[in-house]
């Protein structure tokens, strides 16, 4: 067993009273690999941005859990290192379980080093979702691990119906659920999705250039949840924006993407300046990833060491990373 706090890793609480106050949103970037925690860390120290290093539940399975928990213990070493060669200051590092479904993972994640995790119990009902929040809550705080829970549920990539009324958390429910489990944040759904196709054309309108436009976001409700509770933590999942670049790209060397729409930049700048004080994104560093490994191999049939093309992928998170800190999130220069 052993704390986050040997790892030189941090919760969430402090990460988020300061967005709180400051009006911008903490990025919480999905890892799975080297690369991807380079890029991160790179772009996040550059940018002297704080940072949630996200694992998913497909991310223990690709990767494994104990070796991405190193992964996130050499991020903090790897970024110690680059801010005294830079001259900047050490940035903070949370290590978080994305979408944790059973206490007992969450506790295995919090007794193996992570210092924050997410119990999604927003599948179940409302109050099992409670009870299973409560009791990640009870042996998480004894830790000093901070506590994300969910309520209202993210239409996923297949569902027939997305971001469906009855999906939408409701806001007077939220008042019950964060007094009865302790949380320090919450999920909420305000018509955001996972993956790179949150909206059905026939949702959309397009602009000049036949780029999908998506509907707004329900800012009415996340508005309504800010007034029930004030000053309390709000997570924003299903947050990539699937640039129309990225995806040009792909397509354009051999890619079959079709009908991808994303959450506009305007309105997730939006969303940082409220209470929302995370913001997961995993989906667009996926597309640029791809895009720069697809158009490397195009250029360059005869290359085969794996540097040759995931040293240009690295550069396009970083840029990514960077855009996002600087210049969505608000979050750049806030440690
Ligand atoms: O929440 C969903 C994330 O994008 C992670 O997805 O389980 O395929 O890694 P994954
Ligand atoms: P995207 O698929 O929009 O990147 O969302 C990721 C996410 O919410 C991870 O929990
Ligand atoms: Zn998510």
Known sequence: MVSYKELGLVNTKEMFKKAMEGKYAVPAYNFNNMEQIQAIVIACVETQSPVILQVSSGA???????????????????????????????????????????????????????????????????????????????????????????????????????????????????????????????????????????????????????????????????????????GFSIVLHGSSSVPVEAVKIINANGGTLKDTVGIPEEQLRKAAKSAVCKVNIDSDGRLWMTAAIRKHLADKPGDFDPRQYLGPARIALIEMYKHKNENVLGSNNRV
């Open 60 to 230: 223990r399975k690709y990767a494994n859990q104990t070796l991405l928990k190193y992964l996130g213990q050499g991020a903090v070493a790897m970024m110690q290192d680059l801010a005294k060669e830079k001259s900047l200051k050490n940035i903070p590092i949370a290590l978080h379980l994305d979408h944790g479904d059973t206490f007992e993972l969450a506790k295995s994640c919090i007794d193996s080093g992570f210092s924050s995790v997410m119990i999604d119990g927003s599948h179940h009902s409302f109050e099992k979702n409670i009870s299973l929040t409560k009791q990640v809550v009870e042996y998480a705080h004894e830790r000093d691990v901070t506590v994300e829970g969910e309520l209202g549920v993210l239409a996923g990539i297949e569902d027939a119906v997305v971001a469906e009324e009855s999906t939408y958390t409701h806001p007077e429910e939220v008042i019950e659920f964060v007094d009865k489990t302790g949380v320090d944040s919450l999920a909420i759904s305000i018509g955001t999705s996972h993956g790179a196709n949150k909206f059905k054309p026939e949702q959309c309108t397009k602009n000049d250039q036949g780029v999908y436009i998506p509907p707004e976001l329900k800012f009415d409700i996340l508005e309504e949840i800010e007034k029930k509770i004030p």
